[in-house]
T-cell receptor, first 115, second 112 residues
Framework: DAGITQSPRHKVTETGTPVTLRCHQTENHRYMYWYRQDPGHGLRLIHYSYGVKDTDKGEVSDGYSVSRSKTEDFLLTLESATSSQTSVYFC??????????????FGSGTRLTVV | KQEVTQIPAALSVPEGENLVLNCSFTDSAIYNLQWFRQDPGKGLTSLLLIQSSQREQTSGRLNASLDKSSGRSTLYIAASQPGDSATYLCAATRGSQGNLIFGKGTKLSVKP
């Protein structure tokens, strides 16, 4: 989707190194999310943001941190990459929350391999 | 804890057949339910969003229904085509922050 881009698209890194993935949106949406997708587990929420500098943990947050210093960018950092963090990472954005609904838009994903 | 289940995990049908994909969720207090399509190696494309106050949504050959009381949603695909081959994911919203809880998907193959 043109309104949300992830970088890099592919990355190979070594165990123990820090890695930062970037999600950039042009939609000015308030909410941003990081998910990981693994065979047998589906998509699981890592962290999310409900505004600039406002973030919270998701289901699988251990080993990850996030930052959002401006509306358009949401960064995911693997503090010390491990092989278990080899996965496909998706960023998503959403405008409003709660009853009444909204929709999510997903980025194209980052395929990360930790060797 | 909200859990979302999709049955079947895989489905193969001949072209032209009408088909139904099933999604069930354990907590009926969802805000809405969304169906996505994912092609191999690609991201997720939103197909239909059903708000909690709605019963169904339609887009072209796709129709999705929502029954909160029974904890079920179905995605109906009419006159299937080989281009419909993909993995279909349903996701229910949990909590005021709107976090999506995903099923593991149904992999659909439509044979010419």
């Amino acid at each position: 989707d043109a309104g949300i881009t992830q970088s890099p698209r592919h990355k190979v890194t070594e165990t123990g190194t820090p890695v930062t993935l970037r999600c950039h949106q042009t939609e000015n949406h308030r909410y941003m999310y990081w998910y990981r997708q693994d065979p047998g587990h589906g998509l699981r929420l890592i962290h999310y943001s409900y505004g600039v500098k406002d973030t919270d943990k998701g289901e699988v947050s251990d080993g990850y941190s996030v930052s959002r210093s401006k509306t358009e960018d949401f960064l995911l950092t693997l503090e010390s990459a491990t092989s278990s963090q080899t996965s496909v990472y998706f960023c998503a954005i959403s405008e409003n929350q709660g009853v009444g609904g909204y929709g999510y838009t997903f980025g194209s994903g980052t395929r990360l391999t930790v060797v | 804890k909200q859990e979302v289940t999709q049955i079947p995990a895989a489905l193969s049908v001949p072209e032209g057949e009408n088909l139904v994909l099933n999604c069930s969720f354990t907590d009926s207090a969802i805000y809405n339910l969304q169906w996505f399509r994912q092609d191999p190696g690609k991201g997720l494309t939103s197909l239909l969003l059903i708000q909690s106050s709605q019963r169904e949504q339609t887009s072209g050959r796709l129709n999705a229904s929502l029954d909160k009381s029974s904890g079920r949603s179905t995605l109906y695909i009419a006159a299937s085509q080989p281009g419909d081959s993909a993995t279909y994911l349903c996701a229910a919203t949990r909590g005021s922050q709107g976090n999506l809880i995903f099923g593991k998907g149904t992999k659909l193959s439509v044979k010419p």
